[in-house]
């Protein structure tokens, strides 16, 4: 085997990062599949990844970058797959046959969290995932541009073409419910 003697990372070693970066890493994938089982399978993928191939890591960016990474190519994989495109289908046949809430609409409460959540998840995931590792994550532009393999100039531009449509459907929402919006410029901003 030569250099890569170990197959696998140290079983300590792996709790430890899995304790230490699991959490976000569901909540990231979360964000892109919106479903905790499948977002639950990626982060378990995205550790036996990681387990296997831990000795590619270079050290060219931080390691919670490269398990995002990671995590969020899955992510992206399992979004284009055959099989997920039929299950969302039938999901879709499943809600408009029945008066069924969707799970996004069953958690998306009065709450403020829960009102930024679901305005979050309303704009396109282009967008929404630089707003999530910039503000939620806090990674800088600089990491996302390594992360999501972009340039500097389209992070910022996501960032800001992603805050304005936040703020869009931030401020209907809140308008819909009758409330008043107080400092509305200042929505992440």
């Known amino acids: 085997m030569g250099e890569h003697e170990k197959s696998f990372?140290?079983?300590n070693e792996l709790r430890k990062i899995m304790h230490q970066y699991?959490?976000?890493?569901?909540?990231l994938t979360y964000s892109y599949v919106k479903n905790w089982a499948t977002a639950e399978d990626i982060v378990q993928e995205t550790f036996i990844t990681y387990s296997?191939?831990?000795?590619?890591?270079?050290?060219?960016?931080?390691l919670k970058t490269w398990l995002y990474k990671i995590a969020i190519n899955k992510s992206k994989d399992f979004l284009k797959s055959p099989k997920n495109k039929l299950k969302y289908l039938n999901l879709t046949k499943l809600k408009l046959s029945s008066n069924m809430k969707s799970p996004d609409e069953e958690i998306a409460k009065n709450t403020e969290a829960d009102l930024v959540a679901k305005c979050l998840y309303k704009v396109d995931i282009k967008y929404r995932e630089v707003l999530i590792l910039y503000y939620y994550e806090d990674l800088s532009i600089k990491e996302i541009v390594h992360l999501l393999s972009l340039s500097e100039s389209n992070v910022k531009t996501r960032l800001n073409r992603g805050r304005k449509k936040f703020k869009i459907h931030y401020v209907k929402e809140v308008e819909d419910s009758g409330r008043k919006i107080t400092g509305a410029k200042d929505v992440l901003e």
């Open 9 to 11: 990372v140290d079983e």
């Open 22 to 27: 699991g959490t976000s890493i569901l909540k």
């Open 52 to 62: 296997q191939k831990f000795y590619q890591f270079k050290g060219n960016s931080s």
